[in-house]
């Protein structure tokens, strides 16, 4: 008799031990992929930051080379009208000069010269302004790549974040799976030391 309770009590315990171990297995499977969830979640949030970021900072470059390319054009608009004064005034000096000469502005080698030197002028204000084109034709398109180089950022960031997300689902889901697996396999035992307990005793 003290025998039979003794292997009743060890089946009903083991039973029980095997059930609670089943259980604290099954709340650990589960938070484990409830952590690795919020982790890539948070993973996922903190791309998504640094690729806006990203952008804007490249936006932001973008933006004062943008304005380096309108200070150039202006430059070069100052640098031909500067020309074309140098021009003026000399042309006025060889006015000058031929009229102290005894000659006159309407004098046929005056009247060239001074035409050569408003063609040198305009000549180089052009040059001048082409310049300050190109110039700022080169800084406009680097200021696009740049803008394109943050765009791409903030994709790659998103491409990112929803990689997290995919692993953060997978994990969840895989720790929602272990722990109904430990909580099935602890019903199991107690089913199994109930089962046993009641062909010990019902075969009697």
Known sequence: MALDFLSTALTVGSSLLEYSGSRKAAK??????????????????GALLSGKRNRAAKESAAASIDSRAGQELAVSQVAAEEEKRRARLVASRVIALAAAGGGGASDPTVMNLVAGIAGEGAYRAAIRIYEGKETARGLREQAAGVRYEGFLDEEDAALRAAAYRTAGDSALQEGNLRSDSYKRAGVSALLSGATSLYTKYNTK
Not at 28 to 45: D, H, I, K, L, N
């Open 28 to 45: 650990g499977a589960r938070q484990a992929g409830e952590q690795s969830a919020e982790g890539a979640r948070q993973a996922a949030e």
